[in-house]
């Protein structure tokens, strides 16, 4: 079974610039979750989707962050404008799908390594 | 504000010595994850406990979840080489997401 894929792996830009993330989760799952993770720290959530409806971003800077998932399987997380504190490590997870009872497993991607200059 | 506070924040041992890392908090949680994350990879789940008291074990690996389930407990018996990494605990939440600590960085030396 194939895991979560992200892309690209890493990148650097300069402050201010615009910057794309993209995740395809496991298949068949509809629970998509994007996380930041800064040096040193645990993950952060900065938004959930179940299907292609958002569930939480209260975490999200939605004045240069936005994120969509159209269709509902792959999505993207776009950064715009960039500024230097945004350096970290994007994670992209998924779970099977969201349920108060379950135990709620979440597979994680490698991460895309973002350098802000 | 963490709400999970995870104990040492590194840890360095030679091979073959025995540890034991912390995640606690003020809150009550119903259930508490422990994950690994390796250098330029993604978290993977190790464990879930979710009873008070209860016990796991992973071969090397015993986590334990304190009776008022408000803390909780990484042991590992003769560290190797291969158990470096960066081990985080989470809490999960009514909605789904994960709240993490800020892990325990391990270098097991040869």
């Known amino acids: 079974e194939a895991g979560v894929a992200q892309s690209p792996r890493y990148k650097i830009i300069e402050k201010r610039q615009s910057v794309a993330f993209w995740c395809n989760p496991i298949?068949?799952?509809?629970?998509l979750y994007w996380y930041q993770q800064i040096l040193g720290q645990g993950p952060k959530l900065l938004i959930q989707?179940?299907?292609?409806?958002?569930?939480?971003d209260s975490q999200l800077p939605k004045d240069r962050f936005s994120a969509e998932r159209l269709k509902g399987v792959d999505s993207t997380l776009k950064i715009q404008p960039a500024k230097l504190e945004d350096s970290a490590v994007y994670l992209c997870?998924?779970?099977?799908?969201?349920?108060?009872?379950?135990?709620?497993?979440?597979?994680f991607g490698a991460g895309t390594r973002l350098s802000v200059l | 504000t963490q709400l999970l506070e995870q104990s040492p924040q590194f840890l360095s041992i030679q091979e073959g010595e025995n540890l034991t890392v912390y995640c606690n908090s003020s809150?009550?949680?119903?259930?508490l994850q422990w994950y690994r994350q390796e250098p330029g990879e993604g978290p993977v789940l190790l464990v879930t406990v979710v009873t008070g008291g209860e016990v796991k074990k992973l071969k090397r690996l015993t986590f334990q979840f304190g009776d008022a389930r408000k803390d909780s407990s990484l042991h590992i018996t003769a560290a190797q080489p291969g158990d470096t990494g960066l081990y985080l605990c989470a809490r999960g939440s009514t909605l789904g997401r994960l709240y993490f600590g800020r892990g325990t960085q391990l270098t097991v030396w040869p």
């Open positions: 997870a998924s779970s099977l799908e969201w349920d108060s009872r379950s135990k709620n497993i979440q597979y």
């Open positions: 809150s009550v949680f119903s259930s």
């Open positions: 298949s068949g799952h509809a629970t």
């Open positions: 989707f179940q299907n292609n409806g958002v569930v939480d």
